[in-house]
Each structure stands twice: as C-alpha cells, then as structure tokens.
C-alpha cells in the first residue's frame, strides 16, 4: 500500500501569514492527489484535486503543487477561517490513503 | 439539493453488529462509485470501503467492491439503487472501530477523478461494553 506522510503535524502561524504543508508518497502518485480541510465536528472540505487543481468556491489564496512523490499546499495570507486540520490524499491506488494531517492553530 | 445523510450509528458491544445507512439526493447515485471513509476519536481520516456504480467492469477478481485491510473479512458494503442508499454491514465490531463514520462521493469514476467532492455528516460509532 502507498503510505503518506505530511509536515509538519502542527503548524503556529497567525491571520496574514503564508504557509506551506508538505505532502509525500512512499511511491510516486502521478498527480492523484487531493487535499482536504476539515474543522472540528464537520465532515472533510475538499480543497485541491489533482495535485493542483482549485476546487470550485475554494478561495484563490490556497494552492496546491508537485507531482510525483512530493506535494504542498500553500495558504496565502493566512484568514481567520483558515484556522483547521489539513489532510493530503492519494487516489491512485485503492488503499485511497490519506495522510496524518497538519493542525494549523494561532502562534 | 446535493447531499448525504449518514444513520445508524450507536452504542454496540464487542462483537455485535451493526448497519449503516447513507442515504443520496440530488444527483444520480447509480452512476457514482461510493465509499465509506471514518475517523476514529481525535484521529486521522481512514479509507475503509468502496463499492462500483452499476454497469462499471468489475475488478479482476470478479468483484465491485474493495475494503481496508483493517475491515475486510468483517464488512460488507451494498448498495440499494432504487431508494438511492449506500449499505454498510458490520460485524464482528471491536473497540479500534469506534470512529465518525462518512458516506463519500468521488467526482467521477475514472482514475483521474476519484478524489472525494461530496461528504456526509458522518454517523458514530462507539463499540463499548
């Protein structure tokens, strides 16, 4: 099964920041990759599908990039809403393997 | 409006069963994939079974359907096409399957779509003697 890791698991930032989560694939992923925002008691939010691709409504200030095994989301100028539990997930197998997450609280 | 409805979650003893309900609207459930997602309390999100859309090639081994290594043997998904519900039987439950469990909707069905756009609320459950 492909296994996923994320970095770092908790990230201290504040409101205007630019912030970066890394994503990897124990094997390479192509670009099936999709990130998600979940917040507590709510379902997953998809936020990025194909490595990079902005899911619609999804503001312009999250991006996604890489391809391969190495992946990132990037928030820029980090909003109050923002303040969340980031997971990666690769789609290219049917282990559909989602990674550890990424907590992103205020510094 | 497009949506899914989870139930049937609850209190049930080591070993006992249960069965999940999700139930879709708004778009056209036969022609969807669906997949059940949990996430045990304060845990990651864990993929735990698909199921294919009707008419779709099965899989090389004659089925359309793929669990987690963690349920398979234990859980069997169904679906009911003409009341538009997805089905998750369990059984011999234990306590590292208490989790939110989540009925999930990829965009599409081939490859390059299967991430997840359409999530339910989610239904407990707490395997506790």
């Known amino acids: 099964d492909i296994q996923m890791t994320q970095s770092p698991s908790t990230l201290s930032a504040s409101v205007g920041d630019r912030v970066t989560i890394t994503c990897r694939a124990s094997?390479?992923?192509?670009?099936?990759l999709a990130w998600y925002q979940q917040k507590p008691g709510k379902a997953p939010k998809l936020l990025i599908y194909k490595a990079s691709s902005l899911e619609n409504g999804v503001p312009s200030r999250f991006s996604g990039g890489g391809s391969g095994t190495e992946f990132t989301l990037t928030i820029s100028g980090l909003q109050p809403d923002d303040f969340a539990t980031y997971y990666c997930?690769?789609?290219?197998?049917?282990?559909?393997?989602f990674g550890p997450g990424t907590k992103v609280d205020f510094k | 409006q497009v949506q899914l409805v989870e139930s049937g979650g609850g209190v049930v003893q080591p070993g006992r069963s249960l069965r999940l309900s999700c139930a879709a609207s708004?778009?056209?459930?036969?022609?969807?994939?669906m997949h059940w997602v949990r996430q045990a309390p304060g845990k990651g999100l864990e993929w735990v079974a698909a199921i294919w859309y009707e008419g779709r090639n099965k899989r090389h081994d004659g089925s359309d359907k793929v669990y987690a290594d963690s349920v398979k043997g234990r859980f069997t998904l169904s679906r009911d096409n003409s009341n538009n519900t997805l089905f998750l039987q369990m059984n011999s439950l234990s306590a590292e399957d208490t989790a939110v469990y989540y009925c999930?909707?990829?965009?599409?069905?081939?490859?390059?779509?299967?991430?997840?756009?359409?999530w339910g609320r989610g239904t407990l459950v707490t395997v506790s003697s």
């Open positions: 999930a909707r990829p965009a599409g069905s081939s490859v390059s779509w299967r991430y997840f756009d359409l």
């Open positions: 997930q690769q789609y290219d197998s049917y282990s559909f393997t």
């Open positions: 094997q390479s992923i192509s670009n099936l």
């Open positions: 708004g778009f056209t459930f036969s022609s969807y994939d």
